[in-house]
Every structure is written in structure tokens, then in C-alpha cells.
């Protein structure tokens, strides 16, 4: 069912930890280091049926096979994608997954009996970013991942913003258009129904159905449905309708991002999550349309917006390094790295 990838990488006295990072397509699971090495790393599709007690098994099988490899791991950290309440790991509800009320960390303490937290999956994929990777030179940040939906993480002063229950930062359903198309949450015209992959893919179908005649649409036949993987594909071949998608999603990623630094006066924006690996595509036109959209961008300009380090790993990383720092209580002894001075 899983495919493992190891590295064979001598543990030592290294302290490691597993990370797992449930999306609303795949979960990924990994034995990763105190300072972010991935030692062996596991993906699988999240099961998509209406029966949390799948979601959990799937989890605790995947544990179950990294401790097998890696017996000394210390602690466990779960990214979970939708509403996941914080220090209590228990997730209420997400619009692109089937669990909800589900107290993950406690199931996952009881079986494994390894501390554990458990955090939205943006949320971890942020702190990776921000203590180990490109955004850690950086006090205050914005973290948007691009993945199925649009995940978000809020990091001052170094610190996740999680609000008082982690609630914080879902800045993936601020409405940019009203009369827009449907989120997944049950809105109209949040950032996530306008700048996410399956936003990519529901524009491709769209911009395929009024030009039958295209490559594009070609490929919509050929491959039977239009992936962000197809899209990407074609852009990268010099498609020009598969650019344009591309750049119609910077544009509204944009105009989040304008009304995000309106709020926020941030040293960076960092773009993760599954579709940053064609940010090359998207970021040019999401800089412009952010520069476009912003208040007063001659006297407040607009900081970097740059792709992650971690690309689609942040998450896992994210989750094992929470696990390490604050599992099974926040610990005086280690302490989240203090950010140097900004940059850049
Ligand atoms: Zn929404």
C-alpha cells in the first residue's frame, strides 16, 4: 500500500521523531532529526470514505513501521489539514477531509504511548520553515501553502500565532470575490476556491470546455480528466492556456496576499504545499497582482513572497520538530531557536 524510501542514515545519539502530515489527497509520514533530516520517509492516499477509524489506523500502521526501522524515535507529530484545536490535538471538522471530532492525540498517545502532538498541517509546515529552513532568517512571517486546498500559518516573532484554542489563521477562507466559486467550507470566493489546485484543475476543465480545439483540452481527453500535474505539464511545454491558468491562480493568490500584508506588517511570505514545485509559474504573477492590490505600496512595500525550502517535506519536518520542542508539554529545556535579524 506504501511505498518507503530509506536512506540509510546512521541514528547515533541523534534525536529524531516522527512526523506524519495528513492532506486532503496524501499522507506522508517520516523519521526525521532534531535538525530536519528526513532518515526515511512513507506517502500514501488518505483514505477518502466517510470512517475516521481509517484515517487513524492508516496513521498508527505507518507509525508502527518507522519504529520498526527507527526504534529510538522519542515522540510523535501530527500536521493534520482542517481545524485542529491546540495544545489538545483534537480535530473538529476540515472541508477537505472526512474526520471530524477526533481526538487524534489522545488515540495516538494511548496506542503508541509516545508523547505526541498533534497541529494543523499548515501550522507544522510553517514551523519548519521558520526554525530550519529559508524563512528562519525572518522575525514575522506569512506561510500559505498551495496543496489542495490553501493552508496558512502565522509566524510572529518567531512564534506560531495559534490564537488561545489554535484556531488562528485560516487565511485560506478570507473572501477575495463574494460572488466567486464555492469553497469546500461552504462559502463563496475564498482564497482556497480561487488559488488552490483544485481550483487549478475545476479553471482547466472550464477554460477546456470553451476551447475544444486546444492542447489543453486534448490532454483533458487523452489523460480522461485534467490533473494540476497535466496543467504544469503543458505550461511547462509553452502551452499558453495552461500559462494563463497559472497566472489567473498568482493573480487571486495576489490579491489574498495584498489584503494578508494590509493586516500584518511581515518580513516575508512563503509559499509551500504540492503546487509550489511550479512556483515558477505562478509566483511572478502573484508578486505583480499582490504589488497591484496592496495599500499604498510606495510607502508600505511589499516584502519577498518566495517558494519554501522543504517543498512538500515541510510538513513532515514540521510535525517531527513540534513533537521534539513541545511534546508531551512545552519544555523548558528546549526552546524554539530565537530569530536572528531580518533580511532580504
Ligand atoms: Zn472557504
Known sequence: MTMAQNHHVPTGQIRNAIGLDIGGTKTAAAVVTGSGQILSHDVTATPGNNKDQNVQELLLEM????RQQYPHVEAIGVGAAGIVEWPRGYIRWAPNNTYQDL????????????????????NAAAWAEAQLGRAASYRDMI??????G?????????QLYRGRTGLAAELGHIIVDPQGPQCGCGNRGCLEALA???ALERFGREVSFGHPDSPLAQLATDKGRLSGKTIRDAARQGDQLAKYLFE????????????LLNVFEVDAVIIGGGLVEAGDLFLGSTRSSAEIHVFAPRHRPVPPILAGSFGSDAGVI????????????PSPEIQPVAPSTPQG
Not at 506561510?143 to 489542495?148: D, E, K
Not at 498568482?250 to 495584498?258: D, K, P, Q, R, V
Not at 514540521?318 to 508539554?329: F, S
Open 63 to 66: 507509525i508502527q513501521d518507522l
Open 196 to 198: 488552490s489546485g483544485t
Open 103 to 122: 481526538p487524534l492525540r489522545e488515540i495516538i498517545e494511548d496506542r503508541t504511548q509516545l508523547p505526541t502532538i498533534v497541529d494543523n498541517d499548515a
Open 143 to 148: 506561510f500559505l501553502t498551495v496543496g489542495t
Open 318 to 329: 514540521g510535525a517531527a520538530h513540534l513533537a521534539l520542542t513541545y511534546a508531551p508539554t
Open 150 to 158: 490553501v493552508g496558512s500559518g502565522i509566524v510572529l516573532n518567531g
Open 248 to 259: 489567473r491562480l498568482g493573480h487571486w493568490l495576489g490579491i489574498g496576499i495584498a489584503s
